[in-house]
Structure formats: C-alpha cells, structure tokens
T-cell receptor, first 114, second 120 residues
C-alpha cells in the first residue's frame, strides 16, 4: 500500500531560526513529489515539485531535497518568519498504468513564535 | 482570476439532511477533484472528474454524489448526511490529470479555501 509518512507531527521554533521537515514514502513506482503549504483555514498551495532526476529544488527560503533511492524528502526552511506558521504537506505521485495516483501525508504543523 | 472558489464556507446539518457543495474554477482546467480532510489523516479523494460531463470514484466515495455539467463547476452532493461526514471539504482543479508522460507542471492541483461541514 502506498504510504507517505511525515515527521515531526508538530514543531515550534523561534522566529529567525531554521528548521527541517521530513517525508518518507513507500509509493512505487515513483513519479514526483510535491510539498504544499496549508495556512489555517485555507487550501494547500504548492511550494516545490521534484521528479526522480532532481535532488534539490528551492523556492525562496524553502529548499526541498529528494533521495529517490532511500525514498526520503526533506523541506528546509531558512530564517523562519511568523508567516511560515502553517501545515506542510508532502504529496507523492505514483505511476499506475497511465494514470498517476496521489498520496497525501498527514502534514507537519509548524508554529513560528516571536 | 479568482482561482478555485467554494460555496458555502461553513454549514451545519442534521443527520439525514441533504446539501450540495459548489466548486467553481476560472482557469479552464479539465480535471477537478473533491477531497475531505480529517484530523490525523491526509487528504482523501472522494470523487474526481476528467472533463465536462464525466465523473469517477475516488478513495472514499460512499455517501457522496457528484456532477460536472459545466467545465468550470463541480458539485458534491450529500443525499442523507451522517455524523461521519463531518469534515473539511476541499475542491481542487488541474490542467492535466497526471497521465504518464505528462509534464509535471500540468498536473499541479490548485485548491479552494475549503468548506467546513458539521453533521449533528
């Protein structure tokens, strides 16, 4: 069964500090992996996407990495801001006979405090 | 562009009542999706549509029906609401559906703001 596991479940950091969120998946065969940011009371918004051949992708202060061999991804946030407080969801697509299936992680809830 | 909009934002129902959630997108996307998000669980696909006039079952379709009469609209219906359907419902749309060989940017899903539904 395709699964996406994220850690930690929740995290509190001080404004200005860095943090790293983890995503482990068992989705196979792998197609691509996205990180989404979901603000409280809002829908998820895509931050980055990586395919099998990519091992790092940046979007401003967000940097995602992918190790397709170990089936692990991380999202690193640099110099955190209060507006980074949100849930971060790892989403993995699998190829499935011509249609790609999507599996969502539960998310990591990040709180940035002053 | 408004992107993906959902109506209503909040709703409280009694067990057995019916209602329809409306999703609209102005990006001319072919694919549309309905998800539910529950505490401690990832988003789960209820139904989806690959184009106007088409619908298909997702992971958790029981108790829900959908219709896609117009390309820009995707309706989710609850015929007889149950407490187990208390959830936050998200609509999403994408240009592509994630078919093999398709560019990854085409299958990015854009989400609406969600509808919080409580069934008493």
């Amino acid at each position: 069964k395709n699964q996406v596991e994220q850690s930690p479940q929740s995290l509190i950091i001080l404004e200005g500090k860095n943090c790293t969120l983890q995503c482990n998946y068992t989705v196979s065969p792998f197609s691509n992996l996205r990180w989404y940011k979901q603000d409280t009371g809002r829908g998820p918004v895509s931050l980055t996407i990586m395919t099998f051949s990519e091992n790092t992708k940046s979007n401003g202060r967000y940097t995602a990495t992918l190790d397709a061999d170990t089936k692990q991804s991380s999202l690193h946030i640099t110099a955190s801001q209060l507006s980074d407080s949100a849930s971060y969801i790892c989403v993995v697509r699998a190829n499935s006979g011509g249609y790609q299936k999507v599996t969502f992680g539960i998310g990591t809830k990040l709180q940035v405090i002053p | 562009n408004a992107g993906v909009t959902q109506t209503p934002k909040f709703r409280v129902l009694k067990t057995g009542q019916s209602m329809t959630l409306l999703c609209a997108q102005d990006m001319n996307h072919e694919y549309m999706y309905w998800y539910r998000q529950d505490p401690g669980m990832g988003l789960r696909l209820i139904h989806y549509s690959v184009g106007e006039g088409t619908t298909a079952k997702g992971e958790v379709p029981d108790g829900y029906n959908v219709s896609r009469l117009k390309k820009q609209n995707f309706l989710l219906g609850l015929e007889s609401a149950a407490p187990s359907q208390t959830s936050v419902y998200f609509c999403a749309s994408s240009y592509g559906g994630g078919l093999a060989g398709e560019g990854v940017r085409r299958n990015e899903q854009f989400f609406g703001p969600g509808t919080r539904l409580t069934v008493l």
